[in-house]
């Protein structure tokens, strides 16, 4: 299960699961506080894995609080 991981992600306040016919295809739909955080949890405009995703989130949420 995934959805511990994003709990620390700066300004997300709930991720969506989707899951395509058979099981084959995945995605997810994130709900931010702000579109500032929406661009920071998404800045890389890359398909990223979880621990690549909350690194790269977290990053680029520290560099707009700067």
């Not at 991720?15 to 739909?29: F, H, I, S």
Request: charged share 20%; aromatic share 10%; hydrophobic share 40%.
């Amino acid at each position: 299960m995934t959805a511990p991981r994003y709990k620390e992600v700066p300004g997300l306040l709930r991720k969506y699961y989707t899951v395509g016919a058979e099981d084959l295809t995945t995605g997810g739909v994130f709900v931010w506080d702000s579109l500032d955080h929406a661009n920071a949890g998404h800045a890389t405009q890359l398909i990223l894995s979880d621990p690549d995703y909350l690194e790269a989130a977290g990053a680029a949420t520290a560099e707009l609080l700067e």
